[in-house]
C-alpha cells in the first residue's frame, strides 16, 4: 500500500459570473512535503486554497483531505488543518492573547488548556512582550505572527499559507522562512502561496506554476529549472565588428540558439565544462572578450517564459 | 505531546463568541455611543421642544415619551447587530471561524447574545433619564422592569430582523442607511411621540398598521394599569411568531454566506 496523500485535489474549477478564477485544477500533496501553489497576482491562487479549506463551494471537482472528502466531511476535514489566509484573520479590537484564548475554546480546548497553549504560543512565537496590548499597536510581522499561532493551536498535521510574506520586510521574511522550516521539521505538510519564486525555490518541494486559473507547470524546483537548460554564459566582445564572426564560431559549438544583444553574446550551455572550448575557439579566432557572465537558471526564467505578459 | 481536542457544542461555541463580542465592545466603548447618548439627546429635545405643544408641559408628556422613545432605542440599538454582522463577515477573521471545527452557527448567535447587552444599557439609560426629567410611573418598580424586559425582548427579536438584512446586504453601509431608514419610518409613523388621536386620518391608518404602535401600546397600559394586559400577550406572542419566522430565514441566509 502507498503511504496515503495529505491532499488530493481533482478537476476543481469555480467561476465568479463570467469570470473563471479556477479553471480545472488538479494537484497532489505527500504527507511531509511543502507544496508551493506559485502565480502572479490574479492566477487563481487564494480561490483554490479557499475552495480545499470548504471556505468556498466549488462549482465542480473534488478535494480529498487524508482521504475525506472535503465536501461531505467538512467538520471533519476541518478539524484537520490549520489555514493563514492571505489577509490577518485576527481580531483587531483585542489582544494577542485575547485572540489565542478566544481561537482556542473555538477549537474546542478546555479552558485550562486553552491558557497553556496561549502561553506556549506567545512564546514561541516572541509575542510575550506585547500579548495583552491591542492589535492596533502590532507590526504587519507581529500580526502575521499571531496569525499563524492561531493556525497552530491545534498542531494541525496540515497547515495552509497564502502568501505568507507578501509584504513582509526582508528580515521578517527570513524568521517567517526559519518557521515555516521548523514546522516542516515537526513533521507538518504544508500548501503554500506565493508570488515569489524565490520564496517558493527556498521552501517547496513540488510547485506548481499557476496562470489564469490553470496550471502551466508541476515538478520539484530542480526540475523546472532543468527544463531551461543548463547555466547560461553572456560574453562581451571588445570589438563589436567581431560580433557576426563570433555569432557564427558559437553557433557550431552549441546546441541551442546564440543570442544577441548589442556586443553581448549569450549562449546555453549543456554542462559548466563547455565553457573551456567556447573560450578556446574565440581566443584562436582572436576575438577580445572584455567581459563574461555565467547565470544558473533562475525559477523567474521559467516563471517569465510560462505566464509572461498575459496578466 | 497532542492537544486534547473536544468537539465544542453549539451552546459552549456561543458563549465563547458572545464573549468575544462583549470583549470587543469593551476595547470599543464608543460602540456603546448611539445607545447611551441617543435616548438622552431624544428625551429632552423631544421632552422640552414638544412637551408643552403636545401634553401642555414636560411632565404631563413624560408618560407618553418615556416608552416612545424607549422603544425607539431598542430599534435603533437592534439596527446596529445587522451592520455589525456584515462587517464581521467581510473581514478576514469570519474566514478563520469558518475554518475552525465549530458549530457554524456559533458566531452569529454570539452576536445576537452580545447585542443583549447593548440593549440592556439602551433600557436602562432611557428609563433613568425620564425618571430624572421627573417621569414617576405610579405603578411599582417591578412593573417597570417588566416593561423594560418586555422592550429588551422586543429590540431582541428586532435584531434577527435586521440580521437577515445585514446578511442579504452588499456592504455594511448598505445595510446601515437602510436601517436607519426603517428605524425613523417605524418609530415615527407611530404613535412613540404623538398620541394616535392627535395623528390625521392616513397617519391614523399607517400607525396601526405599524407592530411599533402596539408594542408602545402594551407597555404604556402596564404602566398605567399595573398589570399584564391582554394586549401585552399579544406583543409577546407576536414576537415570538417573528423569531420563529425570521431565525430559520437568517440561518439560512447566514449558510448561504
Ligand atoms: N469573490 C470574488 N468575486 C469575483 N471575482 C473574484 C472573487 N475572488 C476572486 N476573484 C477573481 O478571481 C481571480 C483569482 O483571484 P485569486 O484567487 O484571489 O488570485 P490570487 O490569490 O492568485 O492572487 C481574480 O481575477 C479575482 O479578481
Ligand atoms: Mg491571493
Known amino acids: 500500500m502507498t503511504t496515503q496523500n495529505a491532499i488530493e485535489v481533482s478537476h476543481l474549477i469555480k467561476k465568479f459570473g463570467e469570470k473563471v478564477a479556477v479553471n480545472d485544477i488538479s494537484f497532489k500533496v505527500r504527507q511531509g512535503e511543502v507544496f508551493g501553489l506559485l502565480g502572479p497576482n490574479g492566477a487563481g491562487k487564494t480561490t483554490t486554497l479557499r475552495m480545499i479549506t470548504t471556505l468556498l463551494k466549488a462549482d465542480s471537482g473534488q478535494v480529498k483531505i487524508f482521504g475525506h472528502d472535503a465536501a461531505k466531511e467538512g467538520r471533519l476535514a476541518r478539524s ?10 485576527v481580531d483587531e479590537d483585542l489582544s494577542a492573547r485575547q485572540n489565542l484564548m478566544i481561537f482556542s475554546r473555538l477549537n474546542g480546548l478546555s479552558r485550562q ?68 522550516r521548523k514546522l516542516v521539521d ?29 496550471v502551466v507547470k508541476m515538478g520539484t524546483p530542480a526540475e523546472l529549472k532543468e527544463q531551461l537548460g543548463g547555466p547560461r554564459v553572456t560574453f562581451t566582445l571588445s570589438q563589436t565588428s567581431q560580433v557576426a564572426a563570433a555569432e557564427r564560431l558559437l553557433a557550431t559549438q552549441v546546441a541551442g540558439d546564440v543570442q544577441e544583444e548589442g556586443p553581448d553574446l549569450s549562449v546555453s550551455l549543456g554542462q559548466v565544462a563547455q565553457l573551456a572550448t567556447l573560450l578556446a575557439t574565440l581566443n584562436d579566432a582572436q576575438i577580445g572578450i ?3 557572465a555565467v547565470q544558473e537558471p533562475s525559477l523567474d526564467d521559467v516563471f517569465m517564459s510560462l505566464t509572461v505578459g498575459k496578466n | 505531546m497532542d492537544v486534547q481536542i473536544h468537539r465544542g457544542n453549539v451552546l459552549q461555541n456561543t458563549a465563547t463568541m458572545a464573549y468575544r463580542n462583549l470583549l470587543k465592545t469593551i476595547h470599543n466603548p464608543d460602540q456603546l455611543m448611539d445607545v447611551v447618548i441617543q435616548p438622552v439627546l431624544f428625551m429632552l429635545m423631544f421632552g422640552y421642544l414638544f412637551g408643552g405643544a403636545i401634553a401642555g408641559g414636560v411632565k404631563a408628556y413624560l408618560p407618553t415619551i418615556v416608552p416612545g422613545i424607549l422603544i425607539q432605542t431598542m430599534l435603533s440599538a437592534a439596527s446596529g447587530s445587522g451592520a455589525q454582522i456584515r462587517e464581521d463577515l467581510d473581514s478576514g477573521v469570519f474566514d478563520r471561524f469558518k475554518s475552525l471545527p465549530m458549530a457554524r452557527i456559533a458566531p452569529l448567535a454570539g452576536q445576537l447574545f452580545a447585542d443583549s447587552l447593548r440593549l440592556l444599557i439602551a433600557a436602562i439609560t432611557s428609563l433613568t433619564t425620564g425618571y430624572l426629567m421627573g417621569w414617576r410611573p405610579g405603578v411599582g418598580l417591578g412593573w417597570v422592569v417588566a416593561i423594560g424586559l418586555l422592550a429588551i425582548f422586543m429590540g431582541w427579536v428586532l435584531s434577527w430582523v435586521f440580521a437577515l438584512l445585514g446578511l442579504l446586504a452588499k456592504s455594511a453601509a448598505a445595510v446601515q442607511s437602510v436601517s436607519l431608514m426603517t428605524m425613523l419610518v417605524l418609530s415615527f409613523m407611530s404613535n412613540a411621540f404623538v398620541p394616535m388621536k392627535a395623528l390625521t386620518k392616513p397617519l391614523q391608518f399607517i400607525a396601526r398598521l405599524n407592530p411599533v404602535t402596539y408594542v408602545i401600546t402594551a407597555i404604556r397600559q402596564i404602566l398605567a394599569t399595573g398589570s399584564w394586559t391582554h394586549e401585552a400577550w399579544v406583543v409577546l406572542v407576536f414576537g415570538l411568531v417573528i423569531v420563529a419566522i425570521f431565525a430559520p430565514l437568517t440561518v439560512w441566509a447566514y449558510d448561504r454566506n
Open chain 1, 113 to 180: 488548556a486553552a491558557k497553556e497553549r496561549t502561553t506556549e504560543l506567545l512564546t514561541e512565537f516572541s509575542l510575550d512582550n506585547s500579548a495583552d496590548k491591542p492589535l492596533k499597536a502590532f507590526s504587519g510581522g507581529m500580526r502575521r505572527r499571531l496569525d499563524l499561532a492561531v493556525s497552530l493551536i491545534t498542531r494541525p498535521a496540515l497547515i495552509f499559507l497564502d502568501e505568507p510574506t507578501t509584504g513582509l520586510d526582508p528580515r521578517t521574511r527570513s524568521q517567517m522562512w526559519d518557521t515555516i
Open chain 1, 290 to 292: 572584455s567581459h563574461l
Open chain 1, 80 to 89: 484537520m488543518f490549520g489555514l493563514t489566509g492571505q489577509y490577518a484573520s
Open chain 1, 186 to 214: 515537526q513533521g507538518s505538510t504544508i500548501i503554500l502561496t506565493t508570488q515569489y519564486l524565490d520564496e517558493a525555490d527556498q521552501l517547496a518541494d513540488n510547485l506548481a506554476i499557476i496562470d489564469h486559473g490553470q
